[in-house]
Nanobody, 126 residues
Framework: QVQLVESGGGLVQAGDSLRLSCTAS????????MGWFRQAPGKERDFVAA????????YYADSVKGRFTISRDNTKGTLYLQMNSLKPEDTAVYYC???????????????????WGQGTQVTVSS
């Protein structure tokens, strides 16, 4: 399996921006569909965004569309999530995920992804 390590979380104010990174190792990064999920305390893990293997197609949850941008650099084995206009309701632990098999257009639940990072906390104060 691919190993994933997230970074870039922190405490920010509403309206600020953050960029999360997820560094992959152990397997060929470009073979994996990649995704970001988030989990707030007491809630389920929710889909945020996904990107296909080449990086040319992206998908977003309605709640982040227009504010967040997912991207990847296959030469560096790194996934990114640029988060702009952050809101208090974006507060959660953000997880990077990877899946070797499957079609990115249909992968929007945690069960669709087989590899996970440890998560990074994002806290947005009002």
């Amino acid at each position: 399996q691919v190993q994933l390590v997230e970074s870039g979380g922190g405490l920010v104010q509403a309206g600020d921006s953050l960029r999360l990174s997820c560094t992959a190792s152990g397997r060929t990064f470009s073979n994996y569909v990649m995704g970001w999920f988030r989990q707030a305390p007491g809630k389920e893990r929710d889909f945020v965004a996904a990107i296909n293997r080449s990086g040319g197609i992206t998908y977003y949850a309605d709640s982040v569309k227009g504010r967040f941008t997912i991207s990847r650099d296959n030469t560096k084995g790194t996934l990114y999530l640029q988060m702009n206009s952050l809101k208090p309701e974006d507060t959660a632990v953000y997880y990077c995920s990877a899946e070797r098999f499957g079609i990115s257009a249909t992968m929007k639940t945690p069960a669709d992804f087989g590899s996970w990072g440890q998560g990074t906390q994002v806290t947005v104060s009002s």
